[in-house]
């Protein structure tokens, strides 16, 4: 399907501008889209669409239906309800655009699952030499297998810098005992490879809605914190927005 606007739709597509492009990375099914969602304060595609083979998902500010960027850099209008019929391997990155406040001072990159076993390679290195930070996602109940490390390690220098690690399903670890000993190892694995380690509770934070106690006790607050640290760094305005 050709839109009438398919036009200002590329334009929009192709507008630079000076706000950081954080991706958001990790192991297959440890919450990035969950996280995304969160964030952005809505679900980036709809609850119908449930396909795991999807590319990396560049959201920026902005209205207007997704456009596919293809192996060869041409860019083409898609439906949402088509993305998860495209072909991975021959997609490079899907262009989204919602209405955010936080999609005002950055984009988004929401990345496939390093290690999805039924996921061909899609080629993420050459979306991810476009961020400028870098959010990893690991699970608290088996946080930072050796794989994670490993390809954290290949990441460009700059890039693994400005890294912001996240514990998710934290809520997952029943006693105290358990979450200390998991921050601890993590903390001494990564050997300050992380400007950060937030333990949180996805599910939890996206339940709380606007019930402060609830946030901070899920760990969205301190994390949402961290951002704005962050985001402040890399030169982002407005970071007000997001405090």
């Known amino acids: 399907m050709v839109y009438a606007n398919d036009k200002a739709q590329f334009e929009n597509s192709e507008q630079t501008s000076d706000k950081p492009r954080i991706a958001v990375m990790g192991e297959f099914s440890v919450g990035k889209s969950t996280l995304c969602n969160l964030l952005l304060g809505e679900p980036v595609l709809p609850t119908k669409v449930t396909a795991t083979r999807l590319p990396p998902m560049w959201i920026s500010y902005g209205e207007g239906e997704p456009i596919q960027v293809d192996k060869q850099g041409e860019k083409h209008p898609v439906e949402v309800e088509q993305i998860a019929r495209l072909r991975t391997e021959e997609t490079s990155y899907i262009r989204m655009f919602k209405q955010s406040d936080l999609l005002k001072m950055c984009d988004l990159i929401d990345m496939p699952g390093i290690s999805d076993p039924n996921m061909a390679d899609i080629g993420w290195g050459e979306v991810v030499d476009e961020a400028d930070a870098v959010i990893w996602c690991t699970h608290s ?15 460009p220098d700059d890039l693994r810098d400005k890294g912001m690690l996240l514990l998710t399903r934290f809520d997952k670890l029943t006693n105290e005992r358990d979450k200390k000993r998991v921050i601890q190892r993590v903390e001494n694995e990564t050997a300050g490879a992380f400007r950060g380690i937030y333990p949180i509770s996805l599910t939890a934070a996206m339940d709380a809605r606007d019930n402060v106690d609830l946030l901070r ?25 997001a405090s």
């Open 217 to 241: 006790e899920a760990g969205a607050e301190q994390l949402a914190r961290g951002i704005v640290d962050l985001l402040t760094e890399l030169g982002a305005v407005n970071t007000t927005a």
């Open 141 to 155: 109940t088996q946080a930072w297998r050796q794989s994670e490390a490993a390809s954290w390690g290949e990441l």
